[in-house]
């Protein structure tokens, strides 16, 4: 899944136990501007390296992951509990620390000076 958005904070990583890191990326999703919508995204181990050069204010576009699981509390009260896990963040614009590449196209042909062919095809 894909979300653009705009960079609403970035949180330092978080050692949650000796093997296990993980760093939290909030996003600003304006479908509607009126009520932006302000979405919580996590990213872990190796991957909290994505955030690294992400400032407050970048449009990025977010690569995600959808998890979900149940969790079951001393009382046998079942709960759900959903995580949005990153896999990618692109930074979007010419904010990106390098110029917005133009796409590159060949050269139009002139298919009227295209040389008469004796042999016709058969269709």
């Not at 046998?76 to 796409?103: E, M, S």
């Amino acid at each position: 899944m894909e979300i653009k958005g705009k960079v609403h904070e970035v949180s330092e990583v978080m050692n949650v136990t000796d093997t296990f890191r993980k760093r939290e990326l909030v996003v600003e999703f304006a479908e509607n501007p009126q009520y932006p919508e302000y979405v919580k995204f996590e990213a872990i181990q190796d991957r909290v390296s994505l955030m690294d050069n992400l400032k407050v204010g970048d449009d990025v576009e977010v690569a995600f992951n959808l998890k979900g699981r149940p969790w079951t509390d001393k009382s046998g009260k079942k709960q759900y509990f959903n995580t949005l896990q990153v896999w990618k963040v692109t930074v979007l614009g010419a904010d990106a620390g390098a110029p917005a590449q133009t796409p590159q196209f060949a050269a139009p042909v002139d298919i009227s000076a295209a040389p008469e062919a004796d042999d016709d095809l058969p269709f």
